[in-house]
């Protein structure tokens, strides 16, 4: 359902092309400093530079409420284009999307979000004209420093929204590179409609429990169907299909073509589209094992767009990995400072800090998580880790009850119950719930848990065995040989020949 302008929203935006008016006149005072008019109005000219920022959500001024998707549309364009500019960091739509309607102030909202200064605006659409109206506020004086009218046809959005980024970034002074300046100015056509699907695909793709994964495939199928060039359908496909395998107890590499023929169709259709690269990445990196070249693809998502949660995120997995512990912490972080109100970053960034041995820091980011996301499905799950590595054997199977229930599928929760019940001394239970995993097994399913299991319950050559399918397969994710599951398993010569043999030394 479309939502409706709070009364403050509507307060604000009634007098604002009387604002903007008023911002044209005084530019020309600005441009020449008449009688010092420059500095009484905006103080010292030597104010901090902008270095962050947040797009707020668009407003939607129409009288028709079926247009909010536009108004929204319009908004993720924006922050799509800034995002590109190296030189600032730009909050990404999933955190901006919590103050639609807010009653909090401008101060408050910078405060929450870590940010110099805020755009805000509306959008009217009426038949083929569109006007956008924005203002640039600085949060220092909760002054704006510029704002501006735009009106046009709507087969001239895109220019419209590229004409705005340049105006944005011309007005904060951001040095631009040549290969920023060529991607702000390069715009390609989207069908609104096939946009609308694309957001709904996304939504259901971030909740990552089955059930929801579902719909966001027939989303993304619905965005191509409609608009077959769009790229980033395919690649929001080729992401569902990644986390399906995780999430949903597909099994690692068991629909590897799928991610991968949906991440090259992107890639045909957009080479520089970000996503699509920090997919690649995770080709190479959970299907290939091919370090060298995952991390290229990733640094080439960032380079693309380095304002990419995603692509720091997943980097952050691979730099672990690797034995990067700092460098992955940093990565998982700055995710984190670019979409600060997301769970899934957050949850991220706790899975970091669990494999980095810091468990009280990581049960602290899945509670942060929980609060923005109560529904969160992968939050219990590592919770569950998190509460069996500190002796604390009753909340960890408590959480696996929880997760059960969140993700609707008694088959998974089963993994993590045998291998604490094992901790617990409760043999017998956890051999019953091991034997059970073991009759209902597939390639990609099942090998690391198994693995995990084995170790608790003291049995480390089908532990190893376990180990040593799942890297011949590369049907277990590269990240589970640096998992605090397999610590006793560290000093086994085996285990050591099995790191060398797939390349991970640390």
Known sequence: ??????????????????????????????????????????????????????????????????????????????????????????????????YKNTNL????????????????????????????????????????????????NTSDLLAMQSDLTQA?????????????????????????????????????????????MEKAIEYFHRAIWIDPNYAQAYAGLANVYIERGVWAGVGIGREADLVRTNTLKALELDGDLAEAHELLGSIHFQYDWDWERAEAEFKRAIALNPNLPGAYARYAFYLQTMGRQEEALAAVHHAVELDPLSASYICDEGRILYRARQYQKAIAQYQRALELDPGYAPV?????????????????????????????????????????????????????????????????????????????????????????KGAQTHSILPFAFVDPQFDSLRSDPRFQQLLRRVHILF
């Open 1 to 98: 359902m479309a939502t409706i302008p709070t009364q403050r929203s509507k307060l604000r935006f009634e007098a604002f092309e009387v604002a903007a008016g008023v911002f044209a006149l005084l530019a020309v005072l600005v441009g020449v400093n008449a009688g010092g008019w420059r500095t009484r109005l905006f103080g010292n000219a030597a104010a901090s530079p902008i270095t962050s920022l947040a797009v707020l959500p668009l407003v939607n001024l129409s009288q028709d409420a079926a247009q909010e998707y536009f108004a929204n549309g319009m908004t993720e364009a924006l922050i799509a284009n800034l995002a590109q500019v190296k030189a600032l960091r730009v909050i990404s739509r999933t955190s901006v999307m919590h």
């Open 105 to 152: 102030t401008l101060p408050e909202i910078a405060g929450e979000l870590n940010v110099d200064a805020v755009i805000e605006g509306a959008v009217q659409r009426s038949g083929s004209r569109v006007q956008v109206t924005v203002k640039l506020i600085r949060v220092q004086s909760d002054a704006p420093v510029w704002a501006k009218v735009y009106e046009r």
């Open 168 to 212: 944005i970034v011309g007005e904060i002074k951001v040095h631009l590179t040549p290969e920023e300046r060529q991607h702000i100015a390069v715009t390609r056509p989207v069908n609104s409609k096939a946009y609308d699907a694309y957001l709904l695909g996304n939504y259901h793709a971030n909740l990552r429990n089955p059930a929801a």
């Open 380 to 468: 219990p799950w590592r919770m569950s880790d998190a509460y069996e590595q500190v002796g604390e054997y009753d909340q960890a199977l408590a959480w696996a009850d929880r997760y059960q229930q969140a993700s609707g599928d008694p088959r998974l929760s089963l993994r993590l119950q045998a291998r604490i019940l094992g901790r617990t001394g409760k043999r017998r239970e956890a051999e019953e719930k091991l034997r059970t995993i073991e009759k209902r097994s597939k390639p990609g399913g099942d090998e690391q848990f198994l693995a995990a299991t084995y170790c608790v319950l003291g049995h480390p050559d089908q532990a190893i065995a376990q180990l040593e």
